[in-house]
């Protein structure tokens, strides 16, 4: 369950990056980005899965989040 | 010799790692890597941020040296203490050339060496005691200084000393900041880990000391210089373009910087990053907590400095935007000189770099403007995303090696024969003994600074005069030269 910081790139894109990894990559998909909630399964660009409990209201970035690596 | 094709760059490494034993030949192989741009995600083709192989020569540093001797060192009103042996501190003293206005020993101690210099009886019985009276020997010798800090070393660690609450019981008592930092030698693979402890301690010590504090105007210009460590007045000459362009500079960080420059980086509108690697932690810190929002930058060389000023300015309104455009017209008769003097000097020489965490990305474009070529380009502690925004810099099929070895370089240059290598000290006599020309990339070889457009024109010139100084045709003894070895001679080609 590490902690994640979501942060947004200049083109509008959401970032994830782990401190502790000092991993940064690119969120390809979320599973529920709706305007009340946000969270549930999310892709990354190199193809990894992470998930997070669908927050409501959606959380306003940057933020720290904690997430699950998504069973397969 | 012509570039190498993306075969003869993999051949080359292959050849390399041929004398390792297996184990050692498994594990460096994924440090090496021939560049593809074409790759988004440099984890693809390169591993780094791992420890480095017991037996090899490394070029890294340690935790402390990465705290103390990058982050904290050049907060100039303030006493680092390098707690522990006397050496850590001593051997390390000044070497970075952080430059800083200041009275020495009277309001700023950049360059003093501050220790508890250990003894057997201190790792036997603790070295609480001995920090408590350092704090009160400082408080009353440097009544001018504006905190302490206190940088581990590796025995803190290891005996168990409370750093901390020795700390929070004598801040009380002098009434100033006193910061521990658990940045022990030991700690992480690199200098690289240092950084991190160093920024999470000024997260956790310094940078909340103002928040309900309203007494500071702001403006909508204001901006600090993050990562900047004033190498040779570095930053200075990179303030200045920033403040001819309509923004004010609120903070330096942390050359020639001040602990309540820190404290006030709070307010600020954006944060510039400079050095990535090392303060990439404390801005997304502060993109989080207080809304700010952060940019990297490259000051190294016209053609990214326009670009630079340029990004920046998009982040404010029309009024900078015009000020950016102006100070790029301003410089241009100046660097065009340059570039028109040293270009002709310079044209397709090239270039090995292996430095710290920053330059073996940012420099590439200085290089280029002066029509050189950086065919080989490695980082000592880099991690992943270094390597992400270094693939699309470089070439196709230059070299990349992290955490390169004594061997590995020396064998890569052999082969490769830049015309020129910029790397550390440690390096340098190595190459310099071999007949090639060599810049000192860390500290600028006592020269500098190269930041920003009055850089560029010094960088230009410290280039100049070291590839095409005489020396180089002077390598071989007069008496062992025979007609033909002028043209074989290695050195003599490049020279
Ligand atoms: S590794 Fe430890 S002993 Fe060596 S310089 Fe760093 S802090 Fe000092």
């Known amino acids: 369950m590490p902690n994640v910081m979501i942060r947004r790139k200049d083109d509008g894109g959401l970032l994830f990056y782990v401190a502790k990894k000092d ?26 899965r992470w998930y997070i409990d669908p927050i409501s209201p959606p959380p306003s970035f940057p933020t720290t989040l904690r997430f699950k690596r998504a069973e397969v | 010799m012509a570039a190498m094709t993306r075969e003869e760059t993999q051949a080359l490494i292959q050849e390399v790692l041929e004398v390792y034993p297996e184990k050692a030949k498994k594990d460096r192989a994924k440090h090496l890597a021939v560049n593809d741009q074409s790759i988004e995600q440099s984890k693809k083709c390169i591993t780094s941020n791992r420890k480095s192989q017991p037996g ?11 705290s103390k001797g990058v982050v904290w060192g050049p907060i ?24 800083y206005v200041g009275w020495t020993g009277v309001n700023t101690f950049g360059t003093m060496n501050f220790t508890s210099d250990f003894q057997e009886k201190d790792i036997v019985f603790g070295g609480d005691k001995k920090l408590a009276k350092i704090v009160d020997e400082i408080d009353q010798l440097f009544p001018l200084a504006k905190g302490i800090s206190v940088q581990s070393e590796c025995p803190i660690g290891l005996i168990g000393d409370d750093i901390e609450s020795v700390s929070k019981k004598k801040a009380k008592e002098i009434e100033k900041p006193i910061i521990p930092v658990r940045c022990e030698g030991f700690r992480g693979v690199s200098q690289s880990l240092g950084h991190h402890i160093a920024n999470d301690s000024i997260r956790d010590w310094v940078l909340h000391n103002r928040d309900g504090d309203t007494s500071f105007e702001s403006t909508p210009y204001d901006v600090a210089i993050i990562g900047d460590y004033n190498i040779g007045g570095d930053a200075w000459s990179s303030r200045i373009l920033l403040e001819e362009m309509g923004l004010r500079v609120v903070a330096q960080w942390s050359g020639d910087g001040t602990l309540s420059e820190m404290e ?4 600020v509108k954006l944060n510039l990053i400079h050095c990535y690697r090392s303060m990439n932690y404390i801005s997304r810190h502060m993109e989080e907590k207080y809304g700010i929002p952060w940019m990297e930058y490259n000051l190294f060389g016209p053609t990214k400095i326009a670009e630079s000023l340029r990004a920046i300015a998009e982040r404010f309104d029309d009024k900078i935007k015009e000020g950016a455009e102006r100070v790029i017209e301003k410089y241009q008769a100046q660097y065009d000189a340059v570039i028109a003097k040293y270009r002709p000097r310079l044209e397709g020489k090239r270039v090995m770099l292996y430095v710290g965490g920053l330059r073996p990305r940012h420099i590439i474009g200085a290089y280029e403007d002066l029509g050189m070529e950086v065919v080989g380009t490695g980082y000592e502690f880099a991690h992943n995303d270094d390597y992400d925004r270094t693939i699309k810099e470089m070439g196709n099929a230059t070299l990349l090696y992290d955490d390169v070895t004594g061997y590995e370089f020396e064998e890569f240059v052999k082969r490769v024969k830049p015309d020129l290598i910029g790397s550390g000290i440690k390096e340098k006599y190595i190459f310099q003994k071999m007949g090639v020309p060599f810049r000192q990339m860390h500290s600028w070889d006592y020269s500098g600074p190269y930041h920003g457009y009055d850089g560029f024109a010094i960088f230009a010139r410290d280039m100049d005069m070291t590839i095409n100084n005489p020396c180089w045709k002077s390598m071989q003894a007069p008496w062992l030269k025979s ?5 074989a001679a290695p ?5």
């Not at chain 2, 100039?76 to 430059?99: F, L």
């Not at chain 2, 050195?491 to 020279?495: G, K, P």
């Open chain 1, 23 to 48: 991993m940064e990559e690119t969120i390809a998909s979320v599973e529920t980005d709706t305007a009340d909630a946000w969270g549930g399964e999310v892709e990354l660009t190199d193809g990894s």
């Open chain 2, 76 to 99: 100039k009103d303030m006493i680092h203490i390098s707690h522990g042996p006397v050496g850590c501190g001593q051997y390390s003293r000044a070497g970075r050339r952080n430059y």
């Open chain 2, 264 to 267: 006030l980086t709070p307010k």
């Open chain 2, 56 to 66: 090899v020569m490394t070029i890294r540093g340690c935790a402390y040296a990465g």
């Open chain 2, 491 to 495: 050195v003599a080609a490049s020279a």
């Open chain 2, 483 to 487: 007609a033909a070895d002028d043209a």
